[in-house]
């Protein structure tokens, strides 16, 4: 290690410390490291971050090839979304329509709302679970520095993306639709034949 004294100016204290490069080699390790600074001192490394990953950058300009990654990176949660929604949604509502709606007599568009209310619900216990496996998949979950992502552009491309995603997804939801719809041509087919 490289034993250096830091003075006045340094979250306006004086102390010697040990410096050792820690060794980070995940997300808990980086964030034990950075557990075990005060706050201030976050903020130094933060701010020095953001300045090297800049850097690094080149010139910090937002490309469509930048904004068009970002968007697919925020929006592939909510392709997620979407399709447990409509999924949870038809298959609760079509289970409260055959149960509840004719025992208790309620309409089809109330044992709908019913579903909604369900597939609200799980979404709630769902989303936290989406996008952690997501992160997992992907490794990170964006390609702009801070700042390019504070800009007004890179937040109508992820606004955009996350919108065509949860669209996607609520198409692809509606499979259940495809099953419900061959039940009830039987049902009607045997019926008729009656």
């Known amino acids: 290690g490289i034993n250096a ?31 075990g600074l005060s706050n201030c001192e976050r903020e130094y490394l933060a701010e020095a971050l953001s300045h090297v990953i800049d850097q690094k950058n080149g010139n910090n300009e ?10 697919v990176y925020a929006g592939i949660p909510f392709l997620g979304f979407g399709f447990l929604d409509n999924t949870i949604m038809l298959c609760a509502g079509e289970y409260i329509d055959l149960t509840l709606g004719s025992a208790l007599g309620i309409s ?38 801070p700042k390019q992502r504070d800009t007004s552009r890179a937040h109508r491309w992820v606004f955009t993306g996350r919108c065509l995603s949860i669209c996607l997804g609520c198409i692809l939801g509606m499979w259940p639709l495809l099953l419900l719809s061959n039940s009830n041509q039987d049902e009607e087919s045997s019926s008729d034949s009656s």
């Open 5 to 35: 004294e830091y003075g006045e100016g340094l979250c306006g204290q004086t102390r010697s410390i040990s410096v050792l490069r820690p060794t980070i080699t995940d997300e808990t390790s980086a964030k034990n490291f950075v557990n």
């Open 62 to 71: 937002l490309t469509r090839k930048l904004l068009a990654q970002e968007a």
């Open 108 to 145: 089809t568009l109330a044992a709908a709302a019913m579903g909604n209310l369900v597939s609200d619900v799980a979404g709630i216990g769902t989303a936290g679970t989406v996008e952690q496996n997501v992160k997992r998949i992907l490794g990170r979950s964006t390609v702009l520095t």
